[in-house]
């Protein structure tokens, strides 16, 4: 049985990955087809607060509104819980606040079960290591197990049937003059959700099947990239694996598209930009939305371009 405390409060920050988490080889546990790595957005994330709820009924706030207990944010949220309390009476009261810039639209599930998982942890007393609370985020969102760590972090898909393996893992290194740009094009729902998403791809795409041996690939370019802090050489990596990425979406049945034309249209300058020797390189998510990685030094030429990116610094002390 669980023993809880009044209320407990925790932060995760949301994450970009670099090398991407595209398809799942069991839909239940949200394991996945290959490892991903990617980085942390420091103070840009998820705050969550938990409380034992004084009416009896369990109740969930979204940036300060309440939400309707069958919404979907509120349902698996309430389902996650439900994995930790079974079958004993905890009614919870779970407050989430997102401080990523709703301007950016950048999705917030990652930080958002990160969040709840380190909340449950202490609300619940559980004192579960790190790794063990990576494994148990993941089943709320894939993407969520490299959320629980700062910086560059590794998702190792791992081999165990329970997936107790398959979790993020902090690549000891800084890079303080990194920098993420999010660039704007459209913050409303996406039409087809990752879990869909990916299940689409595995099922439909024959392209599908060069996808896992690209991402080990890249994760080793990284990783190299990383330890040299080789801006070109993991921007050319992260581009090139997001848009393979995107072209195992296209090549399913139906396709799956998540471009705007003014993603694309971003993507032309951008690529503008590398041709005037900035070197500026993008990434893309399950969203029309794209992330630039820079050098500091860069940034003044790249917002003349783009004025209302927001910048994230994610190894600012
Ligand atoms: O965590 P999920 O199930 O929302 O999947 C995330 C998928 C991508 O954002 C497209 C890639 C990634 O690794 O974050």
Partial sequence: TLQVKPSAEAFAPSN???CKY????????????????????????????????????????????????????????????????????????????????????????????????????????????????????????????????????????????DGMDSHGIALEASWPDLRVGLVKVETGEKAVDSRSGMKRTVETAHLYQSWPMQAAMDIQKLRQA???????????????????????????WPPLLYWQPASVAVMQNVWGLREQGVSVYLTMDAGPNIKLLFEADQEAAIKAVFNDMEVVAPFAS
Wanted: hydrophobic share 45%; aromatic share 6%; charged share 20%.
């Fill in 226 to 252: 990383i330890a040299d802090k080789d801006i070109d050489a993991l921007g050319m990596t992260a581009e090139h694996n997001a848009m393979s990425m995107h072209a195992t979406m296209i090549a399913s």
């Fill in 22 to 161: 595209w398809g799942k080889r069991d839909n239940a546990l949200n394991l996945p087809v290959n490892s991903s790595l990617s980085i942390s957005l420091g103070h840009l994330g998820t705050h969550t607060r938990l409380a034992l709820s004084d009416s009896g009924e369990d109740k969930v706030l979204l940036n300060g509104k309440e939400q309707a207990l069958d919404s979907p944010f509120a349902a698996k949220a309430i389902a996650f819980w439900d994995l930790f309390r079974r079958d004993q009476i905890l009614p919870i009261e779970i407050n989430t606040t997102n401080n990523i810039p709703t301007a950016a639209g950048l999705a917030s599930s990652a930080s958002g079960f990160a969040a709840l998982t380190k909340a449950i942890n202490e609300f619940a007393n559980l004192n579960l290591p790190i790794d063990v609370l990576s494994a148990f985020a993941r089943m709320g969102s894939g993407s969520a197990c490299r959320s629980l760590f700062d910086g560059f972090v590794e998702w190792e898909m791992g081999q165990l049937e």
């Fill in 16 to 18: 970009i990955a670099l």
